[in-house]
């Protein structure tokens, strides 16, 4: 029995089509390129600001959007400035229901080990607010994971994120 090499096999043992052969050639010559991953935060704040749209795109919406307006002092420090500076924030677009806090820890809490936080899940999860308000993704999560995490949850609810500083700076 006579072994005949597929079409384009330049040996009887290379049984690679032109494909597999071009896409090795390429992997070859752009072996020394940079490989350009894409920036987490962007990503993030992509996600965030689709579940915005749809929180505020939600149909039967017709009311203003209410809002907790959350911030995270430093430890023995006044909330006050940092909640002065959300409603000023949220003037004209949303209307600020609640103002909530923690102090921030020394030891970086995940947001589900904080009372302040968990209370604006429940608010969230039972309608009694629209979304949340922070001055930076970092008062809610300075971890990407579980700030994802949250910020899925809060889409989960028709709930949104605003944040005064986005994740891109």
């Known amino acids: 029995m006579t072994h005949v090499p597929p079409l384009g096999a330049t040996s009887t043992g290379d049984a690679q089509d032109w494909m597999d ?24 704040l992509q996600l965030r600001k689709n579940f915005m749209r749809a929180a505020v795109e939600h149909p039967g919406r017709a009311r203003t ?3 907790i307006a959350y911030a995270q002092p430093q430890p023995n420090g006044d909330p006050g400035p940092d909640h002065a500076r959300l409603r000023s924030y949220a003037e004209g677009t949303w209307r600020v229901k609640y103002e909530i806090h923690d102090e921030a820890p020394d030891d970086a809490r995940p947001p589900q080990q904080r009372n302040g936080w968990l209370m604006a899940r429940r608010l969230l999860h039972e309608g ?12 809610i999560s300075p971890d990407d994971a579980l700030y994802e995490r949250e910020l899925r949850w809060i889409g989960d609810q028709f709930s949104f994120v605003g944040l005064i500083i986005p994740e891109s700076r």
């Open 21 to 44: 052969r071009d896409n090795e050639m390429t992997r070859w010559l752009n072996q020394a390129q940079d490989r350009v991953q894409p920036d987490p935060r962007l990503r993030l």
């Open 65 to 67: 959007l209410r809002v």
């Open 128 to 139: 009694f607010a629209d979304g949340v308000i922070a001055i930076s993704r970092d008062v």
